[in-house]
Every structure is written in C-alpha cells, then in structure tokens.
C-alpha cells in the first residue's frame, strides 16, 4: 500500500470510530428522555424537577459524543 491508501484508510476509520462513539450518548439521552416522560406521567407535579435533572444528565452524555468528536479531528 502507498501512503496515500494508508492516509485515506486511517481518515475512515476515525469517522467510523466517531460513528460508533456515538451510538452510546444517543442511546442514554434516550432512555433518561423515555424515563423522565413516564416519571412526568406518574407524578405531575415533579415535572420541572425531573426536567431540569434530564437537561443535565442529557448534557453528560452529549459532552461524551463532543469528545469522540474533537478527538476525530486531533488524530
């Protein structure tokens, strides 16, 4: 292989890489969003509570796609 194969192989992989370190934080902002909707249902009167405590822990695991992310571009 020359370098330029080389070059372009690594270049997908990483955008794969990227690809697959996301599935994680997509599927957990998911699930806290599937439990912050039946918890609203159960009790009505926590909704802004569980609200504000989904906004975080969805900021958590977003923070972790952020990070593949950047890494995609510094390797």
Do not use: H, N
């Amino acid at each position: 292989m020359d370098a330029s194969t080389v070059t372009f192989v690594i270049s997908a992989l990483k955008l794969v890489g990227y690809g697959l370190g996301a599935i994680g934080p997509g599927i957990g902002i998911g699930i806290a969003c599937y439990g912050c909707c039946v918890a609203t249902a159960r009790q009505p009167e926590l909704q802004g509570r569980l609200f504000t405590d989904f906004i975080i822990g969805a900021a958590m695991a977003e923070a972790l796609a952020l990070i593949g992310f950047v890494l995609t571009f510094i390797l």
